[in-house]
């Protein structure tokens, strides 16, 4: 059964593809309890309704190994690939310990915002 992973360290969320196709990238670095730990992965929470503050929410999750490893933080990597959605403006990953958050920034939003300056 899938647990939350001990501690979230990094995490780098961009917008890939294209205005018409953008791709919402998550990569994470974490820390799990112990060595062993398999099928590590970001679990996105679904909404019936966007949050009022854009962030979409992720917990890293992975399989605690079945013999009981020595208790020594070890370190574990996810990623996650799914479509933008407009409403979202930063991803908050959880874990047990901590949750950390990162601001989303479409990289055709930068141009656009240089050209109305000029």
Avoid: K
Avoid at 24 to 49: C, F, K, M, Q
Avoid at 55 to 77: H, M, N
């Amino acid at each position: 059964m899938s647990e939350l992973v001990r501690e979230i360290v990094e995490v780098n969320a961009f917008v890939g593809g294209d205005e018409e196709n953008p791709l919402l990238t998550v990569e994470v670095e974490g820390l799990a309890p112990t060595a062993g730990w398999s099928n590590v992965r970001l679990d996105p929470h679904v909404y019936i309704t966007p949050p009022e503050d854009g962030f979409q929410d992720f917990d890293l999750v992975g399989d605690r190994p079945a013999d009981a490893a020595a208790d020594a933080l070890t370190e574990v990597e996810a990623a996650w690939e799914g479509p933008f959605d407009d409403w979202v403006i930063g991803v908050r990953i959880h874990a047990v310990d901590n949750m950390v958050e990162d601001e989303v920034f479409e990289p055709w939003d930068e141009e656009d915002d240089e050209s109305e300056a000029a």
